[in-house]
């Protein structure tokens, strides 16, 4: 981050500390802004509130163990987190993923995708001043979260995917509950358009405003729907597939817009998108194992291992430094929403505060992510 | 029989009564306006507790929820059980505040609401004050409470507050021009700024059925202008709470803060009648040319059911705004009423003046 | 031109708002499409999964026999210590000495629900139960104890 002397503050300087309680952070984000009127001079996002150094908590955890914390680091997409990890550790020790287990997971992490989309679609309205949203996006997440609830015996935290496979098998009724959700999303999603997408004092608030220029999108690292908006391509599930995202005939949004309009379309065809890769598979689940036989202290030989995947808001990386032992001798997790949040300065500069809000909503920052 | 059905009958009892007893003409006036006084407030309390409830069930229908419904019948004691909750809590003085004007901030809010519905007509002969010139009155009166609003945002010494205050300052200078405008509008074709006299006009048809299209243009400009007057979304820049947290009145507490509420409850009544009253007749009930069996079943209906029934269905609509968009921004507002509805407005004083002296009118 | 490009803008931006209002009203007038579920009282039909992960307890049989052997797997497998297992030696009728549970401490406060104990446990002597409503007045109700007073192990259970 930047740091305190990068900004003087001059004679007469409005400052405002937005944060860490503040109904717009969405967490416990805490940015100093320097104000001239309205308009925004600088912003310094000063994080760390809720660290729970979940990177070195997962040094004494074994290779099973770990994994449950990552599901509170970007809660909203916590099964593509639990993915992630359970992708480095198969590929450490080259576990062979059942074919059923990775369309679960696929499946699995599409959905998450879809919920942790309406919230952010919620969350946008709210953040601009529009509370019904808010209500409409949870109409359809509620149910997905209960589908979640059967299969995975959580809503939120599920801890489901495990290394080699997944936790459990799917619940009876879950292709039938999915088929039946999707298809009345399908209807709804027009309402997304109708009350917030279509609407004029909506599009006239997030059109133009917090431009992100390519250039500065791949030099503050940004990812996810965050980057896409800016025209870059960078959908892990296209560039380096994992779990048979090879098979799956879906498009790369990209836009070319840069402002929170681009990012924001980019969101709402994410969530067609998902809706079509869950069409695909969802009958087309095969039968076998739900997991691969494993050891039951499963150990990495010695070595480095990566592995990165595309969470609802960008680009997640694990990085496990293993020395042979049962648990990682190291452990780094390259979070998208640290590296989308040191975008925000940049975006926010010269808008205006009511600008401020709708920019981060449109970046959907977590705030336990960049923290960690 | 006039007992029961018309409120002026009520009032000229008391009157007479009390002039039986007092004798002394000063001393009657007195104890009326004392009388008036607690009524008024008695009846703007009831009413706000009636909004805050109709907002709560009204927001929570319109979100696919069912809103307050545990307290009391329906949830209907809801509201009261807030109030008691503010009533309790404790009425915090920031430390560095500047006491004097942070104390009177809410009753400056309270007295300006409170003097406004002086002139309303709440039925036949029903009003507090008809002097002759009320719609001037209103709108000059009710500009006052931004005055509470910038003594509340500056003297919080909170920069939210403060920068809440300045939004509101330069919201409701640059919508009054569109208020006034819209009214002036009606004026021209009463030629009246007595509130009794432009009921008594609309008394063959509505001005919003009788104006043609600027009368309907006037109101709408009216609806949409007076929404961002009080301070509601999606106008409500002044407080904001995605941005500035609760804007102006952040740092109140307990009893301001609910004062606070009430004077934008009442508010939001005040210009609903007011809206009420110049477009859609006031306590005039709804009659259709010569249909004299269909006027007469209406006329039966009392004068202050007509004001009451006209009155909430205007704040239902701007319920409806509220619950369905999101919020401006603060140079949007400004574009809005200056490249928008203000040359709108004047195009529609000149339109309006054109059907006044054609005679259209009728 | 410029005059009927501002008037078409009023137009569009007009109707888009009135899309919106007519969604919010036909929601306003349609009350049957509320969500709202009204815990608690609709506690009797509350039907949660059967997977749902409430708390950890241990399944009893009527003769207060349960399954689990103290081998201290699910111990091992909790990433934060929220089981301890208490063991003893107890004397078989033939007269060996065998470790059986003593006491197995649960610490619900510290429960992540994260299932990993359900898994490791290799005589299926735990299961998650659905019941959620955790909230006492006094923390020390959440260190359960899990078995029962004077149960023994199933018979055949290794
Ligand atoms: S559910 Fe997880 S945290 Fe809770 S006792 Fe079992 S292993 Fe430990
Ligand atoms: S509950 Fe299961 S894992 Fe834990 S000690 Fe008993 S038998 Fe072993």
Redesign the interface.
Known sequence: MLIEEDYITEEGDFVVNIGPQHPATHGVLHLKVWLDGETIKHIEPHIGYIHRSIEKMSESLSYRQFIYVTSRMDYLSAHINNQACALTVEKAMQIEVPQRAKVIRVLMAELNRLTSHMLWWGCTGLDLGAVSPFFFAFREREIINELMEDTCGARLTMNYMVPGGVMADLHPDFQRKVKEVIAQFKVNIHEYDQLLSDNVIFQERVKGVGYLSKEDAISFGCSGPTARGSGISCDIRKLYPYDGYENLKFDEIIEQGGDCWARYKVRIAEMHQSMSIIDQLIDNIPEGDFQAKTKAVLKLPKGEFYQRVETARGELGVFIVSEGGTTPYRIKYRSPNFSNLSALPTMAKGCKIGDLVAIMSTIDLVIPDVDR | MTLLYSLSGLSYHIQSWLTRLLGNTMAVLVSEMVIVGLCLIGFLVLLSFTLGYMERRVAAFMQLRLGPNRVGPKGTLQIIADTIKLLFKEGLTPTNADKFMFNLAPYIMIITTMLVTAPLAFARNFQIWDLNIGVFYVSAVSSISVIGILMAGWSSNNKYSLLGAMRSGAQIVSYELSIGLSLISIVILTGSLRISDIVMSQQNGWWIFKGHLPALIAFVIFIVASTAEINRAPFDLAEAEQELTAGFHTEYAGMKFAMFLLSEYVNLFIVSALAATLFLGGWMPFHIGSWSGFNHVMDFIPSSLWFMGKTFFVIFIIMWFRWTFPRLRVDQLLNLEWKYLLPISMLNVLLMTLVALLGWHG | MFITEYFKT?F??VK??L???????Y??TH?S????Q?YPDNRKELK??D???GEVVMPHTEANEHRCTGCQACEL?C?NGTIKIITKQEILPDGKKKKRLDTMIYNLSMC?????CI??CPSDAIT?SQDFEHSVLDRSKLRKILNKPDSKLMEGVE
Do not use: D, H, Q, W
Not at chain 3, 112 to 116: G, I, R
């Open positions: 009023i569009r931006s888009s708002l899309t919106g209002m007519r969604l919010t009203g929601y306003f009350p499409k509320t969500l709202t009204e949660l999964a997977r749902f992960r497998a990433p992540t629900f994260c299932n990993l898994v490791a998650m």
